[in-house]
């Protein structure tokens, strides 16, 4: 079984940065896509940035131009720059690769934008 370990979350103040990553614990094989979602206090999860295996980024609107996904293969490792960070960024954050048979799922970190 896959896990997925996120890291890199926690609290930034308004315009900071900050960079998650999400390693798996093996190599994953048959990739489709990977992406990144968050899940705020009494809202849905919903998708942030993903990635397919042909390396075509897709971004939420609201976070177009201030967030970068990216992927280290060799170290089996996908990341979320996060820049110009704002409050209503504040969320879990969780990352998830989709192979053509299975979805994995990290833990989730929490990212807290605040002054």
């Known amino acids: 079984q896959v896990q997925l370990v996120e890291s890199g979350g926690g609290l930034v103040q308004p315009g900071g940065s900050l960079r998650l990553s999400c390693a798996a614990s093996?190599?994953?094989?048959?990739?489709?896509?990977m992406g990144w979602y968050r899940e705020a206090p009494g809202k849905q999860r919903e998708s942030v940035a993903s990635?397919?295996?042909?390396?075509?980024?897709n971004y939420a609107a609201s976070v177009k131009g201030r967030f970068t996904i990216s992927r280290d293969s060799g170290k089996n490792t996908m990341y979320l720059q996060m820049n110009s960070l704002k409050p209503e960024d504040t969320a879990v954050y969780y990352c998830?690769?989709?192979?053509?048979?299975?979805?994995?799922w990290g833990q989730g970190t929490q990212v807290t934008v605040s002054s």
């Open positions: 093996r190599r994953i094989n048959s990739i489709s896509t």
């Open positions: 990635m397919t295996s042909g390396g075509i980024t």
């Open positions: 998830s690769i989709r192979t053509v048979v299975v979805t994995f």
